[in-house]
C-alpha cells in the first residue's frame, strides 16, 4: 500500500459521497414535488384543461373539414389553433407535462429550499474531502494515512482487500515483512 493508492481510494471515496448527496437530492425533490402535485390539484387541473383543448383541437377539425373548400388545406401553420393546442393533447397526460415543464419550476420556493440545502451539503463534503486528503499527502506514510482515516471513521476493509502489495511505514525504504521470516513463525 503506498500513499498515492490512499488518495486515489480516498479521491474515489469523495465522487461516492457526492453521488450520494446527488442521489439524496433527486429522492427530497421527489418526494417533495409530489406534495406540491397533490396539494396544488395538478392532476384535476390536468385532467380539465387537456379535455378542453381537445374540445377546441376537435371544434377546429370539424370547422376545417366544413369548410375544407375555403380554407387553407394546411392545418399545422406556426401560430395556428392546431400547433398552439397541439402539444397539450400529444399523447396521454401531455398537459399535465407541460404544466410541470412551466409552472412548478425548481425555482418555486419549496424547491429551491431543497436545491439549495444539498447544495451546501456538497460543498462541505467536497470542503471536507479536500481537507483530508490534504492531512493524508502531508503524513510520513502510507501507515500513517490508514490510521488516520481509521481515526474518522473509514472503513479500509475493502482497500486493504483489494491490495496486494505490504503497507509503507515511515521509513524511508519500504520492508515487505512477507520476506523476512522465510523459516516459519516470528520469534
Do not use: C
Not at 521509513?171 to 522465510?182: A, G, H
Amino acid at each position: 500500500m503506498t500513499k498515492k493508492m490512499l488518495v486515489k481510494w480516498l479521491e474515489e471515496q469523495r465522487a461516492k459521497a457526492l453521488e450520494d448527496v446527488a442521489e439524496q437530492k433527486n429522492k427530497a425533490l421527489e418526494q417533495a414535488r409530489a406534495v406540491l402535485y397533490r396539494e396544488t390539484g395538478l392532476d384535476e387541473l390536468a385532467k380539465q384543461v387537456q379535455s378542453r383543448f381537445e374540445e377546441i383541437e376537435d371544434l377546429v377539425s370539424a370547422w376545417r373539414e366544413k369548410f375544407s373548400d375555403k380554407i387553407s388545406p394546411q392545418n399545422a401553420w406556426y401560430g395556428s389553433i392546431h400547433n398552439t393546442v397541439y402539444p397539450y393533447i400529444n399523447g396521454a397526460g401531455a398537459t399535465r407535462k407541460k404544466l410541470i415543464e412551466y409552472e412548478f419550476q425548481d425555482s418555486a420556493k419549496t424547491l429551491k429550499l431543497i436545491i439549495d440545502r444539498f447544495k451546501v451539503i456538497a460543498l462541505e463534503v467536497e470542503k471536507n474531502y479536500k481537507n483530508v486528503l490534504a492531512n493524508v499527502k502531508r503524513l510520513d506514510s502510507a501507515k500513517l494515512g490508514m490510521e488516520y482515516l481509521e481515526s474518522l471513521g473509514f472503513d479500509l476493509k475493502e482497500l486493504l482487500a483489494q491490495d496486494t502489495a505490504p503497507v509503507e511505514t515511515a521509513l524511508s525504504v519500504p520492508v515487505d515483512t512477507r520476506y523476512l521470516f522465510m523459516g516459519g513463525a516470528k520469534q
